[in-house]
């Protein structure tokens, strides 16, 4: 057992909120400040799924389908209906009535572009890593369009989830800066990008929702994400008025502000998993006998009580019981550090080049509270049994782009990373993570690859057995570890009501001020 130490960085973060408190004034109720863990890497329209843009650009961009905040089932936002009317066609209706920032009509042209676009393999955005098969749209009349994919996949609703709709004609007639002049539909518009410091946004006079009493309405005229990477100041920042809401609170910051006089914590379950991936190409973290290693080696029970303050539950998959897919028969690898070491000298006896390969624990900074405290006790403990790891902690900014790319045998990471579920299905992320076409951990089994595609097309309990069926082998090949189920917490002054939702997008017109 492993004693890990939590450092006190309160005083440090109030100096820092101190400094910024004189460059800008707190918030009102015509602003909402948002205190975020990471500037955007990009504002374009297929960056709006991710967690690092999504604060921003899911106020710019809409979808087509969204999901209720209660509930968290699917609801329409841009599209008023869709059905399936074959095996590999859904049809979608449009709303009327909606334009886009930039004056042009929100109709079937555009959507189909837009989604086109955003999935198209000449693009080859980092969105399609989330695609089963190719998705192609076309407009069938003036309000109704056709999403077509090759194969079935009865995820297209979900997927258009994650599909922001930007204007046809921003991005046909300034393909030179869509990534820093986004134009959608959404309630808000870009006000301004301060690069290292934060993004505003604008309420939209002509959003199509001010007509309509069955949504919400923003309630905020501007909303400022400030962009914070450390926890401590995140905290403070709410503590002394300069933000309303902070992200990603530990349990310490939680428990300060939820005592604290006009502050409080919103803590909330949520379909995220920290998990790891095995760069499985490597000439070490290919071999079976060292990826066992690695998951018996991390005492993950002590690094949730411990560091993460029992904000996760232990997991053995890459969903949560609330996911099609779930197999609640599957346990968690044990921790066993006497096994782990075996493994490792029986591999290195088998002339795996254990001592000579350079491996990472590679994590992006601030992607959760503590993170980079959770890589170095993860360091020590394979340190313990015969591994030696560097920790390599990356801004998102060059995290992002490495993490989608599929490893060589040169790369050497064993990769921490919280990875959501917002299609609540087990395939959408097994496609992403362990296919050798897309999987962005170098997976190679022709086995598994045939147990995806397969599950990929399938309905119902057959579906359900399917995924359950990938989830057993990757956790015998031990392909991916898994940490656990995260609750995720928000520092918010009382102020402000917002119920988390499970999704946990910050969808600002579902955000009020109390009364």
């Not at 710019?60 to 509930?71: C, G, K, N, S």
């Not at 946004?201 to 450390?230: C, H, I, K, Y």
């Not at 790891?389 to 060589?408: F, L, M, R, T, W």
Request: hydrophobic share 40%; proline share 6%; glycine share 8%.
């Amino acid at each position: 057992m492993f004693k890990i130490l939590n450092f006190n960085f309160k005083s440090l973060a109030i100096m820092s909120v101190t400094a910024f408190a004189i460059m800008f004034s707190p918030a009102t109720s015509k602003e909402l400040t948002i205190a975020v863990t990471s500037e955007n890497t990009s504002l374009a329209s297929h960056q709006a799924g991710s967690e690092v843009n999504s604060p921003g650009l899911r106020n710019i961009f809409e979808v087509l389908a969204a999901r209720d905040p209660e509930t968290n089932e699917l609801m329409p936002e841009l599209a008023t209906s869709w059905s399936q009317i074959n095996p590999t066609t859904w049809e979608f209706e449009l709303r009327q009535g909606v334009t886009f920032h930039d004056g042009s009509p929100f109709n079937a042209e555009s959507a189909a572009f837009s989604i086109n676009w955003s999935w198209s393999e000449e693009q080859d955005f980092p969105l399609r890593q989330f695609m089963a098969t190719q998705i192609t749209a076309e407009a069938v009349g003036d309000y109704t369009i056709h999403v077509k994919t090759v194969d079935p996949d009865p995820l297209i609703p979900e997927r258009m989830y994650f599909t922001g709709i930007p204007s046809m004609q921003a991005v046909q007639n300034n393909r030179d800066t869509y990534e820093t002049q986004p134009v959608g539909t959404g309630p808000y518009r870009l006000g301004e990008w301060k690069r290292g410091q934060y993004l505003l946004l604008e309420a939209n006079p002509d959003w199509w929702g001010l007509d309509d009493p069955s949504v919400a309405n923003p309630q905020f005229e501007t909303v400022r994400l400030m962009f914070r990477s450390e926890g401590g100041v995140r905290a403070s920042m709410v503590e002394v008025g300069e933000a309303n809401i902070g992200m990603f609170m530990d349990s310490d910051q939680c428990a300060q502000l939820a005592a604290g006089d006009g502050t409080d914590c919103l803590s909330a379950p949520s379909v995220e998993t920290l998990f790891i991936r095995f760069d499985t190409p490597s000439p070490v973290l290919g071999d079976l006998r060292i990826r066992k290693a690695v998951l018996h080696a991390l005492d993950i029970p002590s690094i949730i009580s411990e560091i993460m303050g029992g904000t996760a539950t232990h997991g053995s998959q890459i969903v949560g019981p609330a996911s099609n897919g779930f197999d609640p028969t599957l346990e968690p690898h044990a921790f066993d550090p006497d096994a782990a070491r075996a493994l490792v000298d029986e591999a290195r006896a088998d002339g795996v080049p254990v001592d000579s390969t350079e491996l990472f624990i590679n994590v992006r900074q601030a992607a959760l509270p503590r993170i980079e405290e959770i890589a170095q006790a993860a360091q020590a403990m394979l340190a313990s049994v015969g591994l030696n790891a560097k920790v390599k902690i990356q801004e998102a900014s060059i995290y992002n782009p490495e993490y989608g790319q599929k490893p060589g045998p040169g790369r050497n990471y064993i990769t921490m990373h919280p990875v959501g579920n917002d299609p609540m299905d087990a395939a959408s992320s097994y496609q992403t993570y362990a296919t050798c076409a897309r999987g962005t951990s170098g997976i190679c089994d022709e086995e598994l690859d045939a147990m995806i595609a397969e599950a990929s097309t399938l309905v119902g309990f057959p579906r359900t057995a399917a995924l359950q069926a990938i989830g057993r082998r990757i956790h015998a090949q031990a392909y991916i570890g898994f940490v656990g189920q995260l609750d995720l917490a928000y520092g918010v002054s009382s102020n402000i009501e917002w119920d988390v939702p499970l999704d946990h997008r910050f969808i600002v017109r579902n955000m009020g001020l109390a009364d």
